[in-house]
């Protein structure tokens, strides 16, 4: 069985001040992560994967995710907002089960990037 | 450029009737999924099809049903809506069906409201 944890389910944040979303996950089987974005109205779209390797995960946009694999966790950080970047941010674990892909979301994070 | 569209947007519905919710996905993708989204509770997922034909429950599949008649296809079937079902419903898609690496593509989303 696998878990995702998002405590935090708003973020508000100044524009160009730095955040981080915490993403905690517990599973029984070795794992892949994932961030996915959700813009107002419309769908999720992945904003980044750790597969393997670095425990840095870098996107396009200026996001970095941290995996650190003993405590457990999956931060995403960015070092200067904009309001372009207000959004819901939903953290994911990937497993196999019974041959599937099994993919569990956490409950979302709601970052408001203030002017 | 990859796309998975829902038929509607936003729909509005009367307690007891039948609800059909369609996805479409160009990528020829082996899987689909249809999640409910609703605020606090994340993404949940409903059904998924890893084939043609072929059906899975997840996490929360009771009062619905979905169909696969064609890879491209998927559909969620409310047989008589009810005013829990109120919510936004997200179609994904996704390649293979081993590989826990692979990104889900989500459709922009159908907002359902029950009276």
């Known amino acids: 069985a696998q878990s995702v944890t998002q405590l935090d389910s708003q973020v508000p944040v100044f524009e160009e001040a730095p955040v981080e979303l915490r993403c905690n996950y517990s599973?029984?089987?070795?794992?892949?992560l994932f961030w996915y974005v959700q813009y107002p109205n419309q769908g999720l779209q992945l904003l980044l994967k750790y597969l393997s390797g670095s425990t840095l995960v870098e996107s396009i946009n200026g996001f970095e995710a941290e995996f650190n694999k003993s405590q457990t966790y999956f931060q995403l950080r960015k070092p200067s907002v904009h309001i372009s970047d207000t959004a819901e941010y939903f953290c994911a674990v990937s497993a196999n089960s019974g041959g599937y892909q099994k993919v569990t979301f956490g409950t979302g994070t709601k970052l408001q990037v203030i002017p | 450029d990859v796309k998975v569209t829902q038929s509607s947007r936003y729909l509005v519905k009367r307690t007891g009737e039948k609800v059909f919710l369609e996805c479409v996905q160009d990528?020829?993708?082996?899987?689909m999924f249809w999640y409910r989204q609703d605020p606090g509770l994340g993404l949940r997922l409903i059904y998924f099809s890893y084939d043609v034909k072929m059906k899975e429950k997840g996490d929360i599949p009771e009062g619905y049903s979905v169909s696969r008649e064609k890879k491209e296809r998927f559909s969620l079937i409310l047989e008589s809506a009810s005013t829990n079902q109120t919510s936004m419903y997200l179609c994904?898609?996704?390649?293979?069906?081993?590989?826990?690496?692979?990104?889900?593509?989500f459709g922009p989303g159908t907002r359902l409201t029950v009276l």
């Open positions: 990528m020829d993708h082996e899987n």
């Open positions: 994904a898609s996704s390649s293979a069906g081993e590989s826990p690496l692979d990104e889900q593509f």
């Open positions: 599973s029984s089987v070795s794992v892949y």
